[in-house]
């Protein structure tokens, strides 16, 4: 093998991933679509600990949900059949981000397979097998671009030695290209000899997978699909052809439909119920009371209610019209939106629980010639997906099979498991395609509704139809919050002193007893980490308890804490006579990658799952992204009356995001946007159309959270539920023009995430720009489409 350490154009690898490559071409296990195949190569994730020597590529995540589910058997990925056909399992839900097209085209590349004969396989909802299949939190590239190459290389190495044995010439000669081995002379040339992956699939079965140490990958010139831009997502033909299978197009013979009426307040109980004008609907067959879990803690567990079960969702939905429910609404029968941010406001005033601590921010107050201070409001906000809940579930056997546009298969399969009362191994769950995620469709409750429905009818298929009032008004809530920002400003104009406070129902209650407060993986967002050159700094916590279900959404706390920074410092420059871009360059400080430990970050600061060491904030990178997002958007140009622009930046998921936005306000007030423009640092990566996409789509979603989509809760109801109350951007109205620039990070640097990084600046360039433009500023998301 060290004669691949001669080659040409081979490099030794970067820091090492922790995978471990198996080939398990003769496993048993190795079945269903990969029982035909020749050579089974197994990716699977191994602990830190294990690999310590090798001082491993961090991967992280070992502080989300069931880590990676480490595990005895490999991680079945990539297959080679004597046809010569190409087989990769795709352990990430497809939610609209091309993932289920983007870590296979890393294998394929690396290996030199011809991506026209790859088939993709999507895995079903077994981390022993599959390993963490979370889709969220911006992972899948940045925690598996480098074991998908270390996969891909290792399998082309095989292939070349093969190729090498049957020829009988040295394995330097032999080179991979384009779904076969080449032979090269002594001059490098080719000879004419090649054979195809099929024909030397047998053989390479019989090797074993080289060291780690040997792996040597392509360059970025010898990419053929990686960078590239040019490979259209798998799923586009059926998806643009209305082919695509989504939940609600799962059929299953005998199968009925079935809708749910819920408590419109969380923890709210059925009194009684009367279903005799339900069971009167033609088509209407059964009605059954569905339990909620009302322990601690909830978890994802169903909210309980009333299941109409008819011959199709029409019907179901006019039985559940005529159905009569009294409620018990419960402890949380009093929330009230207005009332509640007051009263977090009121506490954001207040000294709170000290998170981070450096230097001594009282005293630079005191010492201040001038202060700042802001206080900026975000109501609830839903992911309302284009494709609303939906599962079918199917008892048989003593077997349950659930099919659903899932994010996390296998915690929903255990959680199924429990409900049913079944053991795991007696339940599958099938991945479909999402019509949309953003972090809802991680939470399972509409899965266990189905499964429990199914078990009512006695295994029945049944297939659960959420509508979008149900999706609007009984989901998992992007917090609401109140953030404070306050500055200490000497007579030279520098800000010497910074607090932050924040308030906000934490997601910790989903799955705690809840106390008020936040825990370390929300103050990672934004919060104690950002990135200022200031000597003194307090970032505090009040408390805030939640009276719904609080989950994550798409950026998560990202979004109301760069709202309020990236508004603040907006501000500040205003009320110093600065440049909001310089003022912003300013306090970003020198170039250098910041010391936790020296600034005060707290013991348990969470860095996205990765370690600190390995993915430091880099100011240099951040600060990079301003210029050029500034540049490009022609920052300081002329502009015609009320227009302006806007500056906000921030790093999340390892990722560097700058947003300009050029906004225009009519003389009605309403507020558009021509364009905005984005540079984006996200390390090495692999797909720049699916990265340009990720962060035109932000865009549009920023739009929406930014000027439109607020979730508000009367007497413990949302009081919104559907697009006509809750308003998102569309065609006539979103930014007219997104522009997004990839720029390339320092040599060697690891991948970010890039499915949320693009979101969180959004709102605060336009607040800025619509300041720049009129003067007014906005200080409360989402803004209004109209400045009044």
Not at 283 to 297: D, L, R
Not at 757 to 780: M, Q
């Amino acid at each position: 093998m060290l004669h691949y350490l001669e080659q040409e154009g081979r490099k030794a690898p970067t820091p090492p991933s922790t995978a471990i490559i198996e080939n398990v071409s003769r496993r048993h296990f190795v079945g269903g679509v990969l029982a035909a195949s020749g050579l089974v190569l197994a990716v699977r994730i191994a602990p830190a600990s294990a690999l310590e020597p090798l001082k491993p590529y961090p991967t992280g995540g070992q502080t989300m949900p069931h880590g990676y589910g480490m595990a005895h058997d490999p991680h079945v990925y990539v297959a080679i059949a004597p046809d010569g056909a190409v087989t990769i399992v795709a352990h990430r839900s497809e939610m609209g981000t091309g993932i289920r097209t983007s870590l296979p085209l890393v294998i394929a590349d690396e290996m030199e397979a011809d991506w026209s004969r790859v088939k993709l396989v999507q895995a079903p909802g077994d981390e022993p097998r599959y390993g963490n299949q979370d889709t969220d939190g911006s992972r899948s590239m940045r925690h598996f671009i480098q074991p998908m190459r270390e996969c891909g290389a290792a399998m082309r190495q095989m292939l070349e030695t093969a190729a090498a044995t049957k020829w009988g010439v040295d394995v330097s000669r032999c080179r991979a290209k384009a779904h076969h081995v080449v032979q090269l002379d002594p001059a490098k040339k080719e000879t004419g000899e090649r054979l195809g992956f099929g024909a030397l699939a047998e053989a390479a079965m019989a090797l074993p997978v080289p060291a780690r140490e040997t792996l040597l990958f392509k360059t970025p010139d010898e990419f053929t699909l990686m960078r590239k831009g040019e490979t259209k997502i798998v799923d586009l033909h059926d998806i643009t052809t209305g082919k695509a299978v989504y939940g609600a197009d799962i059929r299953l013979p005998g199968m009925k439909f079935a809708v749910m009426v819920r408590p419109a307040v969380v923890g709210g109980k059925v009194k009684s119920f009367d279903d005799a004008a339900a069971m009167k609907v033609p088509g209407v067959e059964a009605v059954h009371e569905i339990e909620g879990v009302f322990t601690v803690p909830r978890k994802f567990g169903q909210l309980g209610g009333i299941a109409v079960v008819a011959s199709s969702t029409f019907a179901a939905i006019q039985g559940r019209d005529a159905l009569q429910v009294e409620w018990d609404d419960g402890p949380n029968a009093s929330y009230d939106s207005a009332a509640y941010s007051k009263a977090m406001a009121e506490t954001a005033a207040k000294p709170g629980k000290v998170i981070r601590k450096q230097g001594d921010a009282d005293a630079a107050f005191k010492a201040a010639k001038t202060t700042f201070t802001g206080e900026y409001h975000s109501q609830h906000l839903v992911q309302a997906s284009m494709e609303p809940l939906v599962a079918v579930a199917r008892i048989a056997d003593g077997k349950a099979e659930v099919w659903a546009p899932i994010q996390s298969p296998y915690g929903a399969r255990k959680d199924i498991a429990e409900a049913l009362k079944m053991p795991i191994e007696n339940v599958t769950v099938h991945v479909t395609l999402l019509g949309g995620g953003f972090g809802r469709k991680s939470k399972w409750d509409f899965m266990i509704e189905a499964a429990l429905i199914s078990q009512k009818l006695g295994g029945v298929p049944v297939l659960l139809q959420w509508t979008r009032e149900d999706d609007i008004r009984h989901s998992f809530y992007h917090t609401t919050s109140v953030e404070r920002i306050e500055m200490a400003i000497d007579d030279a104009g520098s800000v010497t002193g910074w607090r932050h406070r924040t308030v906000a129902p934490s997601i910790i209650s989903t799955f705690q007893e809840d106390n008020g407060y936040q825990f370390p993986i929300e103050y990672g967002m934004g919060f104690v980490n950002t990135p200022f050159d200031i000597p003194n700094v307090s970032c505090e916590n009040g408390p805030a308890m939640a009276h719904t279900r609080i989950g994550w959404y798409r950026s998560v706390s990202n979004i109301p804490r760069v709202f309020a920074v990236q508004s603040a410092v907006c501000e500040a420059a205003h009320q110093l006579g600065r440049d909001p871009k310089d003022f912003l360059l300013e306090l970003i400080g020198p170039d250098r990658k910041l010391d936790p430990k020296a600034l005060g970050f707290p013991e348990d600061f969470w860095n996205y799952g990765d370690p600190y060491e390995e993915f430091p904030i880099d100011t240099a990178r951040l600060k990079h992204v301003v210029r050029i997002a500034a540049e490009k958007a022609g920052w300081g140009k002329k502009l015609p009356e009320r227009h302006g622009l806007g500056i906000a930046a921030h790093v999340a998921w390892q990722t560097c995001v700058a947003t300009v936005v050029h906004a225009a306000v009519d003389t009605d007030g309403t507020i558009r946007v021509p364009e905005a423009t984005t540079a984006v640092d996200c390390g090495f990566y692999v797909n720049p159309e699916r990265i340009r996409s990720q962060i035109e789509g932000a865009a549009v979603m920023g739009m929406s959270h930014a000027l439109y989509s607020g979730i508000t809760f009367k007497n413990g109801a949302v009081e919104q539920g559907n697009f006509s109350d809750f308003n998102i951007a569309t065609m006539g109205n979103y930014p007219q023009s997104v522009t997004v620039h990839i720029v390339e990070a320092p040599p060697g640097t690891h991948a970010g995430g890039i499915g949320e990084p693009g979101l969180p600046p959004f709102a605060p360039a336009l607040a800025n720009a619509v300041f720049a433009a009129t003067g007014k500023r906005l200080r409360n998301m989402p803004m209004g489409e109209k400045v009044t």
